[in-house]
Nanobody
Framework: QVRLAESGGDSVQAGGSLKLVCTIS??????????YAWFRQVPGRQREGVVA????????YVPDFTKGRFAISLNDDKNTLYLERNNLTPEDTAMYYC???????????????????WGQGTQVTVSS
């Protein structure tokens, strides 16, 4: 069981930056067991993964469509996950979720169905 809680969502102007925080509680298997990702979703569209990180806390995957604009990181204790993005555009407006998976072979596919545990989401709104 993993509990995830996002924070840091805000309303910002285009060109601004964001840093989202996901607090992780993983009491059963420990913090070295899980891979994590950030997803986002807008109403009427499928949830899409924007970046993922392997359980080693170092290996990351960024899908091509993001053009490398998102950065993911874990703190040393692996109980806090971060998402950073500079130069926001209105197209970045979405609900952002952190998620955890134990799928060590497919974590980087960013398939929502592979991720078992989810936070409640935090809203990011970018105005032009």
């Amino acid at each position: 069981q993993v509990r995830l809680a996002e924070s840091g969502g805000d309303s910002v102007q285009a060109g601004g930056s964001l840093k989202l925080v996901c607090t992780i509680s993983a009491p059963h298997y420990g913090y070295d067991y899980w891979c994590y990702a950030w997803f986002r979703q807008v109403p009427g569209r499928q949830r899409e993964g924007v970046v993922a990180i392997y359980r080693d806390g170092r290996s990351t995957y960024v899908p091509d469509f993001t053009k490398g604009r998102f950065a993911i990181s874990l703190n040393d204790d692996k109980n806090t996950l971060y998402l950073e993005r500079n130069n926001l555009t209105p197209e970045d407006t979405a609900m952002y979720y952190c998620a955890a998976t134990d799928q060590g072979m497919t974590w980087w596919h960013l398939a929502p169905g592979d991720y078992t545990f989810w936070g409640q989401g935090t809203q990011v709104t970018v105005s032009s």
